[in-house]
Nanobody, 124 residues
Framework: QVRLVESGGGLVQAGGSLRLSCAAP????????AAWFRRAPGKEREFVST????????DYADSVKGRFTISRDYARNTLYLQMNSLKPEDTAIYYC?????????????????WGQGTQVTVSS
């Protein structure tokens, strides 16, 4: 019922910024919690950030706190991840995900819908 379309990935030098987008054309994130996960080369998928439907509650992995900001635009049915002060260790495929529940979570298994992933590469 939710088709997620990601964009905004690319190649950037260390210290630079990128803004990732995750859209659900013809749908809305209303009533659902959403999140960003990432998979670095040779590593398992890991939690990055999550947000409630209202945007009043967010959470971040320790590795990105103070550098990344998650947000959503209800009218445009779009989830965002603003990434600043990027580091080479941020290099990964980034995935957006949506629950059927409204409660934020950092657990992969709690998310029912996933985007295709977008590549972020940070050079040193």
């Amino acid at each position: 019922q939710v088709r997620l379309v990601e964009s905004g990935g690319g190649l950037v030098q260390a210290g630079g910024s990128l803004r990732l987008s995750c859209a659900a054309p013809g749908n809305t994130f209303s009533g659902r919690a959403a999140a960003w996960f990432r998979r670095a080369p040779g590593k398992e998928r890991e939690f990055v950030s999550t947000i409630t439907w209202t945007g009043s509650n967010t959470d971040y992995a320790d590795s990105v706190k103070g550098r990344f900001t998650i947000s959503r635009d209800y009218a445009r049915n779009t989830l965002y991840l603003q990434m600043n002060s990027l580091k080479p260790e941020d290099t990964a495929i980034y995935y957006c995900a949506v629950r059927t529940d409204s409660i934020i979570s950092s657990i992969i298994e709690d998310y029912a819908y996933w985007g295709q992933g977008t590549q972020v590469t940070v050079s040193s």
